[in-house]
């Protein structure tokens, strides 16, 4: 999704634009640019399709100076990907990038035109820059300029506004896409992640909905939604400095898989002990809620959905509270009915995907209980939005498809499910020992999954030529066969679908040919003599199955079924460690491909538009 990096210094700031922009590539984009301005007010704009590499050469190339610039990644929305339609925009001495959509675009568009203003691209993004242009010539300054500007938006915009006319400052406004403000001395910069300006800062303020900021190089002042001036929290950021970089790894997909045995580590920290939950870990009154709770409904996309979905069995089947899971982009848009006492609980790495946001926005009215998000980014609107926030610490998660994130989710579900069962007494002390004794495991047990490698590697070969898929699973299994085939289907463009097994004979078995690889997670449970029937059906048809099984689950290798025999684990982490497999076989397959590990094609990391 777009990046935004902004900087005023005594200093050129366009290797720091680019650097920036580079730590954003991650987050997924089809073009970039830049425009810095000097300080007789020479703007220089450039703009290239493509990697920000590209960029970078063209701005070395053409000696791009100045000490006050703003750099944008690019992914398409409104008007398809070209240098035209790249960010900055700019309407006379006004610049701008912008991150989200402008819903009434059409009309403002309509409405520049005929006041003469002639647009060069097929964006929304460039309609603000006109707007500004225009409020700025009847205003006492371009901060007063923009807050006339964003009162005519409709839609979200993370937005900067560069006027040529005067390098001494950059005005901001967010609503509804990220902004953070990072504090230099003597210098000021500002982004859409911190990740990008962790090479010049580590001090914070992130921006709130409605803020509009004006950035000099020495002060930084922030107004509210009504324009009364107002001070945010200036926060040290404690994420790693090296965190967007792929070490030993090829991928940063492959580093992330290998970071989870010490992202889980993090994870768990203080908040188990030898054999209790410290339920205290979960937040400043915490407690009482989940003394109190009798229903939880998640919200989340994608993989937060996945393990959402999978951690619904340990709600009802540990905690005896009824849970349900819901698509944020489908809850947002119906009318629900909200259950007494209900915790309404949004999962999500980057704490920035627009539906789950907008979701909890709108549940918030509803009348929940509470709203808690688990999340992975500090200070995320989510976070900060959220009444509880439980943090997975997995550290950054470059690659867009989600690993550590998902399992660091399911861990700290764990927690939180035994937490409400030990407070609402559905959990005995001898049970809660139990978890937290597997919880204690879990590292270790993945280290041993992670050991499957070199032999997954080989089996990937056999799917890389394959155009379908099917991943079959069972309870908890089931969430689990959804996120192998997520994994599959976004980085390797193999058509992927999982099924709970006992479905396939209502449909998808009449997909089943020696064309069609078959994966099977297998644990050893008490629906295995189920499963082994589904993978029968399977087996009759002349399927092809790959058989993810429990060392002690009975399977045996035969003509058409491959056996990955795993080794045994508790029943109650096993669901997580169960994934790991699963990402290894989906980054082999991708490899061979030789797909774009990181950046799939069309997706981005982050998601802030709807
Ligand atoms: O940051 P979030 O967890 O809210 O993101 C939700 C999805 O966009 C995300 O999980 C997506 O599905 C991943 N690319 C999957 O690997």
Redesign the pocket.
Known sequence: MCGIVGAIAQREVSEILIEGLKKLEYRGYDSAGVAVVDSEGKLTRVRRLGKVKELADAVDEMHTMGGTGIAHTRWATHGEPSEANAHPHVSANISIVHNGIIENHEPLRALLQERGYIFNSQTDTEVIAHLVEWELRSSASLREAVQKTVLQLEGAYGMVALDSHDPSRLVVARSGSPLVIGHGIGENFLASDQLALLNVTRRFTYLEEGDVAEITRREVAIFDKTGNAIEREMVESNVEQDAGSKGKYRHFMQKEIFEQPSALISALEGRINDDSIVVESIGNGAKEILAKVQHVQII??????NSGMAARYWFESLAGVSCDVEIASEFRYRDFVVRPNSLLLT???????AD?LAALRLAKEKGYMSAMSICNVSGSSLVRESDLAFMTRAGTEIG???TK?FTTQLAAMLILVTAIGKEQGTIKPEKEAEIVKSLHSLPAQIEKALEFDKKIEALAADFADKHHTLFLGRGEYYPIAMEAA??VK?ISYIHAEAYAAGELKHGPLALVDADMPVVVVAPNNDLLEKLKSNVEEVRARGGLLYVFADENSGFEPCDGMKIISLPHVDPIIAPIFHTVPMQLLSYHIALIKGTDVDQPRN?A???TVE
């Open positions: 989340a996309c994608g993989t937060s959905y999962l999500s790495q980057s704490g920035e995907t789950t867009v498809a989600s994130a997520l994994k976004e997706l990391k982050a998601v």
